[in-house]
């Protein structure tokens, strides 16, 4: 059994802090962690050494969408987010018709059920939709709302082979509570695409949500008399918030408050991206509709942000640059969005047993030297 062994590098540990230590692992998993370890050497030459980085919102990169991707299509998108040191994703879908709806589902749980090398490893999926506010939605398209439904979601998680880990509702819909209570031992419930006050949304995470969808985005705005979906978030201490850390979604002040607000452990960074991610400004579509990439920005006809066009790397580069600490930037890519979705056991952190993804960083650029 060969034994590969990283030295020389700065591991990034699971109590969150870059130290001189020593990996070693062997047919895909971590076999040790410390010093004078024995194997076939690779010399990270004072890198930075983080977990391979695993995005739970992403709809597409490389010129592919997921929820219209056939798995060549899904092995574009992989391979793509790989060479950018996404090692675990979730495929994440739309507000869709749902015969496409069903597709898609069908198209992820066939590529994900085989193993590709040098690929990023489909790892869950995230249903964003249908169960949205028309108010909203954003770039979702709202002819395909439907109100939240357990029997929907059963015949769903059919389809995908049980890959749904997270579902994005707006708790303010009829039986939105209803249904996480349900099904709070099926999935996870994330609230997002909402116009909910402080009540409903604390309705919902007292039934069993623990998430937000791209916090400050597609919900009310934090006021000091009505704080709505953050405030109650903000009170719910399991609940975990996304943001998308590009840079135009929200502002680096935004980005500092929230991890203020929620803090290290429950800060969870995610890309967004669509599929104009690593590609020339253009057109490009998200969902079935047309958006318009120019420059950092992808946008609908009116205006309306479609999604991202960076990938989870430069979010967390984003986010050093505006101010957060190397070390609680990389528990954002790493372990929270693991633990958020509930697959901390075999990702997410550098420790025995775990798999052997990792991202190897310059520690004053933080450019990319190696992703294995």
């Known amino acids: 059994m060969d034994t590969t062994v990283l030295k020389n590098g700065l591991v990034y540990t699971p109590d969150r802090r870059f130290a001189p230590l020593e990996v ?3 047919e895909g998993v971590i076999t040790a962690v410390g010093t004078g370890l024995s194997g076939r050497v690779i010399d990270c030459d004072g890198c930075f050494v983080l977990p391979g980085l695993t995005d739970i919102h992403l709809h597409g990169c490389a010129g592919h969408d997921v929820s219209f991707s056939g798995p060549e299509a899904l092995d574009a998108v992989a391979a793509y987010e790989f060479s950018r040191g996404v090692t675990a994703f979730c495929p994440t879908t739309m507000t869709l018709p749902e015969e496409k709806l069903l ?18 490893e489909i790892v869950g999926i995230h249903l964003e939709g249908p169960f949205v506010s028309p108010e909203k939605c954003g770039a979702q398209d709202p002819a395909y709302i439907q109100k939240p439904s357990a ?33 709070a031992g099926e999935f996870r419930f994330s609230l997002g695409h909402t116009t909910a006050d402080y009540a409903a949304a604390s309705e919902a995470l007292a039934a069993g949500a623990d ?22 978030a903000f009170d719910a201490p399991g609940c975990f918030a996304e943001l998308i850390c590009d840079g135009v979604h929200i502002s680096p002040t935004a980005v500092r408050a929230a991890f203020r607000l929620f803090g290290e452990w429950r800060t969870v960074l995610i890309s967004d991206s669509m599929e104009a991610a690593g590609m020339p400004d253009g057109e490009y579509q998200l969902g079935g509709q047309k958006v318009v990439k120019r420059g950092p920005e992808a946008c609908l006809a009116d205006g309306t942000l479609a999604g991202s066009v960076t990938d989870l790397y430069g979010c967390f580069v984003t986010a050093v ?10 528990a954002a890519v790493t372990d929270n969005p693991c633990r958020s979705v509930g697959i901390q056991g075999k990702y997410g952190s550098i420790a025995p047993g775990k798999t052997a993804h990792f991202l190897i960083l310059d520690k004053d650029t933080l450019e990319i030297r190696q992703v294995i």
Not at 106 to 120: N, Q, T, W
Not at 322 to 327: A, L, V
């Open 211 to 232: 998430h937000v969808t791209h916090l400050f985005n597609a919900m009310p705005g934090f006021h000091h008399r009505e704080t709505g979906v953050i405030g109650a």
């Open 103 to 120: 597709s898609a589902l069908d198209s992820i749980r066939r590529y994900a059920a085989e193993k590709h090398p040098v690929r990023a």
């Open 151 to 183: 029997a929907k979601l059963r015949e769903w998680q059919k389809a995908a082979g049980g890959l749904i880990r997270l579902v994005t509702l707006a708790p303010e819909c009829e039986g939105a509570a209803d249904c996480i209570r349900e099904c």
């Open 321 to 330: 640059r505006m101010g957060i600490p190397p070390e609680i930037a990389a």
């Open 24 to 26: 070693s692992f062997s």
